[in-house]
Nanobody, 124 residues
Framework: QVQLVESGGGLVQPGGSLRLSCVASGRISSIAAMYWYRQAPGNERELVASISTAGSTDYANSVKGRFTISRDNAKNSLYLQMNSLKPEDAAVYYC??????????????????WGQGTQVTVST
């Protein structure tokens, strides 16, 4: 199995910045695409940003120009730099990754894992 752990959430004033991190651990063979999602109370989980293994990125329209997704393949890590935060950005942010890992028999198994989430609050 592959575990994802997010960090970096917190309380920030409107206009402020936060940087979220996500680290994958386990007997990882390779990580393909990585994603940031968010879910606000009463809302469905929505895709915020994605990044391919090669570094191609895509963003939800609501965060374009304010958020930057990046990854460090050597560290199995994913980041989300969030600038000019708005109250509507407040949500639990989740990391997701897909790829392959090695099971106890040494076989490569495909995975799709979620982190536990990190809370982002934007308020005065």
């Amino acid at each position: 199995q592959v575990q994802l752990v997010e960090s970096g959430g917190g309380l920030v004033q409107p206009g402020g910045s936060l940087r979220l991190s996500c680290v994958a651990s386990g007997r990882i063979s390779s990580i393909a695409a990585m994603y940031w999602y968010r879910q606000a109370p009463g809302n469905e989980r929505e895709l915020v940003a994605s990044i391919s293994t090669a570094g191609s990125t895509d963003y939800a329209n609501s965060v374009k120009g304010r958020f930057t997704i990046s990854r460090d393949n050597a560290k199995n890590s994913l980041y989300l730099q969030m600038n000019s935060l708005k109250p509507e950005d407040a949500a639990v942010y989740y990391c997701r990754a897909t790829g392959g890992y090695y099971n106890d028999a040494g076989e490569r198994i495909e995975f799709g894992s979620w982190g536990q989430g990190t809370q982002v609050t934007v308020s005065t």
